[in-house]
């Protein structure tokens, strides 16, 4: 493959190009199993269980999949948080050639149905304590199959125990029978099989369906490969210069999200290390999950690094172990990063976040920051055989350094296509004159001389107030530079002259009441930061902001709540 970026060589010990297995991603994780037999492969509240045996149970689900009638090329939706038997059940159809479509398991029943439908999906995986509104819409799909499991099958020993009598003890749970299987009977019946269930699948085979964050419309399906993944994995590790085998990734973001599945997930694990899984984050577990997992990599949303900053009581917190942080997701402003990177150094780590960037449509991250050495608001560099380049909005026309433009991806992560949808996937994946496919981002950013790239903003989301463009981020950066803001999320709302002024959300650091005090200093230092043109006209300030499935701030509900009002 021809390299079209040089500056690789000049950070670090990044490679420029990577040679990718043409295999399934079980695969992977089955050598990095055979390589690290005995180092853990994953906890769960404490939980443990290692490579190998996590393998053989990856074999056993797989066997009882096809005892089940699932088959090669076969959807199934694993509608999961992050719990060993999702992880588990992922790998067991990738490994018969099985297609998993991954959903939200808090998704509202109608967008079930669609999911289901859409996919046609031939099962469900789900927990228990979504296992009757999944029977509910199961009618209205053309899936034949319930497959349940519940917490406490993570779980092992007293532990198992006390979570099925405490916290597990009013949820339903129903047995076998009809078009309900329970996941340990599907165990059972893999011990009994004795037919082949190896798909031997390669690097051109769908692996996966995940779904977009929702903030730009519709969530679309994107069809992922085999290749996809694997070659995500295999640049993180590359472009990470960090992540070993013996060391712990907190695995919060979910695996129905690419970020949560890519990077948290199937890099961690063919590198023979561990992943803790956590299925619901909340800020008041947080501190005690750092302090008693002591994680080597966190990986998550500008979301995440904010709950660092409301934690209490971490004079105590030490964070020396940290070898990698990174964030994605969303744009992580220049503030929050120096607020966070200021918090990791007083508590004993050496470590700065690192920002990368990426789309569901190329799975996750296809760029980042190099390790120890950070150019103020850029994402970083790219991926090994991941080709950058920036043109004229909504063409294939390049343009030089340093112009703005839309970025454009080519490379093995980008997605197969959108999953029953020619039409988005024809506007999305275009060939340019050198011959390659090119993911059209609908981004606006520019790359250097040296090949760093800046995002700037979402062409969407562009606002024009009085022939003025206005880039949200620029003045949510400038916001968030104040001592006392958290968060900032900026929006247009109508104005009978400028068409569109400028409005402020914002929350405030720990907590704090926006005093009047609070709100001038603000005001002043907006004055001081902020174009004329581009000041807010009016700040509205809140404990909290909405936030999509995947934990972005959701501007578009902000937007709605605006246009609702002035009806």
């Known amino acids: 493959m021809k390299i079209e970026t040089p500056w690789l060589a000049s950070y670090g010990n990044i490679p420029h190009t990577l040679n990718y297995p043409d295999c399934s991603m079980a695969e992977l994780v089955f050598k990095a199993a055979f390589e690290h037999p005995n180092v853990k492969a994953y906890e769960f509240f404490g939980c443990t269980k290692t490579h190998k045996d996590f393998v053989d149970e990856i074999l056993l689900c797989s066997r009882g999949l096809k005892a089940s009638g699932i088959n090669k090329n076969d959807r199934v939706t694993i509608c999961m948080p992050n719990t060993p038997q999702a992880v588990i059940m992922f790998y067991a ?10 959903v939200h398991p808090l998704s509202a029943e109608e967008e079930l149905v669609r999911y289901i439908k859409d996919s046609k999906s031939v099962a469900v995986f789900t927990l228990d304590q979504f296992s009757e ?16 499991t519940g917490i406490e099958d993570g779980l092992s020993g007293l532990k198992k125990f006390l979570y099925k009598y405490s916290k597990g003890r009013k949820i339903t749970r129903f047995p076998t029978k009809d078009n309900i299987l329970r996941y340990n009977d599907l165990l059972q019946n893999g011990s009994k099989y004795d037919g082949e269930f190896d798909a031997a699948g390669g690097g051109n085979d769908v692996a996966a369906i995940l779904y977009s964050g929702g903030t730009s419309g519709t969530n679309k399906g994107i069809v992922l490969t085999n290749l996809n993944f694997n070659a995500l994995a295999m640049q993180t590790i ?26 948290c997930v199937h890099t961690t694990l063919i590198s023979g290390a561990t992943i803790i899984l956590v299925p619901q984050f909340s800020i008041k577990t947080y501190l005690k999950l750092l302090k008693k997992t002591k994680p080597h990599y966190i990986a998550g949303v500008p979301t995440l690094y904010e709950a660092m900053l409301k934690l209490d009581n971490v004079e ?3 964070l020396s172990q940290l070898k990698g942080l990174f964030s994605g997701g969303d744009t992580l402003s220049v503030e929050l990063k120096r607020k966070v990177d200021t918090f990791l150094k007083e508590r004993g780590s050496s470590e700065q976040v690192r920002e990368g960037y990426g789309l569901t449509e190329c799975v996750t991250a296809s760029c980042l920051t190099p390790r120890n050495y950070h150019k103020e608001g850029s994402i970083g560099i790219p991926y090994p055989d991941m080709l950058y380049k920036i043109v004229k909005p909504n063409t294939g026309e390049s343009l030089p350094y340093g112009e703005e433009g839309e970025i454009v991806i080519s490379g093995p992560t980008v997605m197969k296509c959108y999953d029953n949808n020619e039409e988005e996937t024809a506007q999305t994946l275009k060939t340019h004159d050198d011959g390659k496919t090119w993911l059209h981002t609908g981004d606006l950013g520019i790359i250097d001389e040296e090949g760093f790239i800046y995002f700037r903003q979402r062409m969407k989301r562009m606002i024009v107030s009085a022939g003025y463009s206005i880039y949200p981020t620029q003045l949510e950066n400038a916001i968030e530079s104040h001592e006392n803001v958290l968060i900032s999320c900026v929006i247009g709302v109508p104005d009978e002259y400028k068409k569109q002024r400028i409005k402020a959300f ?10 009047d005090e609070i709100k001038e200093s603000i005001r002043l230092h907006c004055i001081k930061n902020i174009a004329k043109y581009a000041m807010p006209s009016e700040f509205e300030y809140r404990k909290d902001l909405p936030r999509t499935l995947v934990g972005k701030v959701a501007y578009l509900e902000l937007e709605k709540e605006i246009v609702n009002n002035v009806k």
Do not use: W, Y
């Open 93 to 102: 159809l990738n490994h018969i050639g099985a297609i998993a479509n991954m």
């Open 133 to 148: 509104k999944l029977l509910n819409i199961l009618p209205r799909t053309d899936a034949k199959q319930l497959i349940l």
């Open 238 to 263: 590359a472009a990470g210069d960090c992540v070993k085998s013996d060391r712990k990734m907190l695995a919060i973001m979910p695996i129905f999200h690419g970020f949560g599945l890519g990077v």
């Open 316 to 318: 105590t917190l030490d």
């Open 506 to 515: 914002i929350t405030l650091r720990d907590n704090q009441e926006p005093t």
